[in-house]
């Protein structure tokens, strides 16, 4: 049986910055195989790498230029380089979530990942993923080759958001690991779809996760979970 790919949850947290250029860079050095983050749009449309619509300081990123932003928030170009030369899978998470303060219903933000990722020769491995499937399916229609992954929590339900990620042909599902069995296993690969869950700090639970085929495990401690598994 094949060994899930460890993806570092925005990085090294913990250790580095969460969503930083040093974690990102630390996670290929520890044993990682990708890193999940997550992007977001400033008021002035650069894509940058960050996790809550807002700053510490309260200030929303979609109100605030880039130029205003912390020094330590990366652009989403600058950390697809670091990763690339890791030799890391990103798997980019789309921040476009109903009911946060900055969703987008036309969603701008799949369709300017699509531009970057289009103007970099190829030479990034990503994965694309959201909560927000007409997002996800944004990116699907404008670039069917980029590989997309449907994000679910509480809902919909692991086998509804599943039969979801099918039906919209996407490539993966990526529920959230409280509520993966084996079974929840077997149907994505049954359908086609790469099962990929968070976030799993748990050694034992990984390697249960791992014994039942999931294809990647998203960890806070990817070198932890990279020894147990290999």
């Not at 990102?24 to 790498?49: C, H, K, P, S, Y």
């Not at 670091?82 to 799949?110: H, I, R, Y």
Request: glycine share 10%.
């Amino acid at each position: 049986m094949a060994t899930p790919m460890v993806y570092g949850h925005r990085g090294t947290p913990g250790r580095e910055p969460e969503n930083s250029l040093a974690g990102f860079e630390l996670a290929g050095r520890i044993g990682a195989d990708g890193v999940e983050l997550d992007v977001r749009r400033t008021v002035d449309g650069e894509l940058v790498v960050h996790h809550d619509p807002a700053l510490a300081d309260g200030r929303l990123l979609a109100a605030t230029a880039r130029a205003e932003l912390p020094a330590g928030i990366p652009t989403l170009a600058r950390a697809l380089d670091v990763c690339a030369g890791a030799d890391l899978v990103v798997n980019v998470e789309l921040k476009n979530v109903p009911g946060e303060p900055d969703f987008d219903p036309t969603a701008q933000l799949a369709d300017q990942v699509v531009d970057t990722l289009a103007t970099r020769s190829g030479r990034d491995r990503v994965l694309i993923s959201g909560f927000d499937l007409a997002t996800v399916d944004r990116v699907r229609a404008r670039a069917p080759r980029l590989a997309t992954g449907f994000l679910t929590l509480l809902e919909p339900t692991p086998t509804e958001g599943l039969a979801m990620a099918a039906e919209h042909g996407h490539d993966a599902f990526h529920p959230y690991h409280a509520f993966v069995d084996e079974a929840l296993v077997v149907g994505a690969h049954e359908r086609g779809l790469a099962l990929n869950t968070w976030t799993v700090d748990d050694l034992d639970r990984a390697r249960q996760l791992a014994a039942w085929g999931v294809d990647g495990i998203v960890t806070n401690v990817p070198d932890a979970v990279a020894r147990a598994l290999r």
